[in-house]
């Protein structure tokens, strides 16, 4: 290596990662001229292209993906050292970047922030809403939220819920119309509002009761991408929505939604925060995992990580 190599191939990451000169540049402090010069030159002491260029896209060759899978990790690797090496300071700075799903964020993630952000107001947080199964080391996040059943092994997971619990619900009117359902077989002939996730697959309804796991085929003439929305359809009367307890708990207390199918939704375990395994965890997020273990001490019974079931 050549003393420029590796602010090169931090800039080829960077690059890559984006999938644009522009918002790499602009990440970098740089020129995109001036950044594109230097992948070039890379590129040249390397003997092989990494990049493909067009005038409305740019993407990494397979030599470039080969060496972005090894790349990555250890840019981050470099980036946690220098920064734990430097964390002098009284209060943690830098930037923590988060990827979790839309339910998670609704129901966890932004009453953490709220109070990480204002015990650490010099850290800048980025989350990106996400239904799909992101890589988070590939696409440079800190640290993700999802389920632990859909934990990769070589990942820390922290707990940030307690258990989490899904709510079959209508409005009165709905039901008054069409009946009520009595057992899952029973919404075969109801309207069902039902969820596509962004990869094109509809969110199975999973009933469970006494250990026995029952998938209930669902139909509807609606279909929706979000949980926010299947609760405005139900609340309309347009039928009946499958959505996490946290969403409706407001509407089922007011009586705008009733609950049905109560000892079919058992609880289950919940949210977890995971990150890679490193040696060296960036200041931003030791600071946000304080932070989740301090709630998980303080929350009151069945509200917050390890958090005993509660079941209504």
């Known amino acids: 290596m050549v003393r420029d190599d590796l602010s090169d191939l931090a800039a080829f990451a960077a690059v890559a990662r984006h999938r644009s000169f522009r918002r790499a540049a602009a990440e970098l402090a740089l020129s995109p001229s001036a950044l594109s010069h230097g992948l070039r030159g890379l590129e040249e002491r390397m003997g092989v292209r990494l990049l493909n260029r067009t005038t409305r896209s740019v993407a990494p060759t397979e030599a470039g993906a080969v060496l972005l899978l090894r790349l990555a990790p250890a840019l981050a690797d470099i980036a946690a050292a220098v920064e734990a090496a430097s964390a002098t300071a009284a ?9 979790a799903p839309r339910s998670a964020c609704r129901l ?11 015990l650490h107001p010099e850290i800048r947080v980025e989350v990106a809403s996400d239904d799909a199964l992101t890589d988070i080391v590939g696409e440079g996040f800190d640290a993700g939220i999802r389920f632990g059943e859909r934990l990769a092994l070589d ?7 307690g258990p989490q619990r899904f709510a079959v619900v209508a409005a009165p009117a709905y039901l008054a119309r069409r009946g009520i359902p009595e057992a899952p077989a029973d919404l075969a002939g109801h309207a069902c509002l039902r969820q596509r996730f962004p990869g094109g697959s509809l969110f199975p ?9 029952e998938a209930v085929a669902t139909d509807g003439p609606l279909i929706l991408g979000d949980q926010d929305l299947i609760r405005l359809a139900a609340l309309d009367g347009l039928g009946i929505g499958f959505l996490f307890e946290g969403y409706v708990a407001d ?5 705008r939604l009733v609950r049905l199918l109560s000892p079919w939704c058992p609880p289950f375990p919940g949210f977890h925060l995971y990150y890679p395994g490193r ?3 960036p200041v931003p997020l030791r600071a946000f995992l304080d932070v989740v273990r301090e709630a998980g001490r303080s929350a009151p019974f069945g509200a917050g990580p390890d958090a005993p079931p509660v079941c209504p």
Do not use: C, Y
């Open 251 to 255: 509407d089922l207390a007011a009586g």
């Open 155 to 161: 990942m820390v997971a922290v707990p940030v819920s």
């Open 205 to 213: 309804w999973e009933l469970e009761r006494d250990g026995v796991m």
């Open 108 to 118: 966890v993630l932004m009453p953490l922030l709220s109070r990480f952000l204002t």
């Open 279 to 281: 040696r060296q965890v």
């Open 91 to 99: 209060r943690p700075t830098g930037t923590l970047r988060l990827n």
